[in-house]
Nanobody, 121 residues
Framework: QVQLVESGGGLVQPGGSLRLSCAAS????????MGWYHQAPGNQRELVAS???????NYADSVKGRFTISRDNVKNTVYLQMNSLKPEDTAAYYC???????????????WGQGTQVTVSS
């Protein structure tokens, strides 16, 4: 079993910053890709950013230049630094892990439980 636990969401004013963290636990040997998705009420879950095991990032156009994704492979943790936040960034943010190799086998994808980010004055 692989569990992802997010932290760092909350309420912030427009133009502010938040840092999300997501720690994966289990008998993990390697995670190919870790990422963050967001989902606003009534909308589909969309990719915000992802990062490969060698540190190559990928961003949605809407967050380029404002958000930075990073990961610590030793801690199996992924971070999302969100700057210059806008009201339209308001959503539930979900951590994902794809291609997880553990001592118990291979898992294609695992999701975190989500953390709410609200950008409002």
């Amino acid at each position: 079993q692989v569990q992802l636990v997010e932290s760092g969401g909350g309420l912030v004013q427009p133009g502010g910053s938040l840092r999300l963290s997501c720690a994966a636990s289990g008998s993990i040997r390697r995670i190919n890709v870790m990422g963050w998705y967001h989902q606003a009420p009534g909308n589909q879950r969309e990719l915000v950013a992802s990062i490969t095991s060698d540190g190559s990032p990928n961003y949605a156009d809407s967050v380029k230049g404002r958000f930075t994704i990073s990961r610590d492979n030793v801690k199996n943790t992924v971070y999302l630094q969100m700057n210059s936040l806008k009201p339209e960034d308001t959503a539930a943010y979900y951590c994902s892990a794809d291609g997880i190799y553990t001592s118990d086998g291979y898992f294609r994808r695992s999701w975190g439980q989500g953390t709410q980010v609200t950008v409002s004055s």
